[in-house]
């Protein structure tokens, strides 16, 4: 199975502290999108990010950025200057072209510490 | 606009009862995705559905669940005979197309057999 993997479980950090979440996936597939989602204690799903397989740019929004290694398979996700409202729980996942379901990692549980 | 609308957004349900969850998609999209989070895991594809028709249902358990999409009224997820490892939340998304730029989630029905 062509897997995605957040090896972190979970990170406990004091506010103000960056922090990145590490997302490593399989694929045989040239093309293919990767996604951030953030789920918040509510429970819903927060779509963060998409980016596909021939764009290598690093992505910055706000206190929020994505660097796509596609020499290493990873997707990982920084937050700078981590804020309380940031405690959630943050899923990679991977689609492949062609096909509409996505494969999610297991998620890592973030704490963000006053 | 409303977003994905599932609801109820808790149930529970005895051990051999039924539950029927029900999604309605955003405006414009015919096409629907169920995914089943367990607890502490990442989402699961279970069925993807277009107006009247299954396309995909490879992640749905062979016994028990069913899902349909009318071609009036919201798609519905239906278990049968419930037992304790149901319980989890059951997410929908949809996408007005096959080639998604990121799915819009509902906020999840969390189901609970007692």
């Known amino acids: 199975a062509q897997k995605v993997t957040q090896a972190q479980t979970e990170i406990s950090v004091v506010e103000k502290e960056d922090v990145t979440l590490d997302c490593v996936y399989e694929?045989?597939?040239?093309?293919?999108?990767l996604f951030w989602y953030k789920q918040p204690p509510s429970g819903e799903l927060v779509f963060l990010i998409r980016?596909?397989?021939?764009?290598?740019q690093n992505e910055i929004s706000g206190r929020y950025s994505w660097n796509f290694q596609k020499s290493t398979s990873s997707f990982n996700f920084t937050i700078t200057a981590s804020q309380v409202v940031d405690s959630a729980v943050y899923f990679c996942?991977?689609?492949?072209?062609?096909?509409?379901?996505?494969?999610f990692g297991q998620g890592t549980r973030l704490t963000i510490n006053p | 606009n409303a977003g994905v609308m599932q609801n109820p957004r808790h149930l529970v349900r005895r051990r051999g009862q039924e539950a029927r969850l029900r999604c309605s998609p955003m405006?414009?999209?015919?096409?629907v995705y169920w995914y089943r989070q367990l607890p502490e895991e990442g989402l699961k594809f279970m069925v993807y559905?277009?107006?009247?028709?299954?396309?995909?249902e490879s992640g749905m358990p062979k016994e028990r669940f069913s899902a349909e999409f009318p071609k009036e009224g919201p798609s519905i997820l239906r278990i049968q005979q419930v037992v304790r490892g149901d319980s989890a939340a059951y997410f929908c998304?949809?996408?007005?197309?096959?080639?998604?730029?990121?799915?819009?989630f509902g906020s999840g029905t969390r189901l609970t057999v007692v």
């Open positions: 998304a949809s996408s007005p197309n096959r080639e998604v730029d990121g799915y819009t």
């Open positions: 694929t045989r597939d040239t093309t293919y999108y």
């Open positions: 980016r596909n397989s021939f764009d290598e």
């Open positions: 996942a991977r689609k492949i072209q062609g096909a509409q379901k996505l494969v």
């Open positions: 405006k414009g999209h015919s096409h």
């Open positions: 559905l277009q107006k009247e028709n299954i396309i995909d």
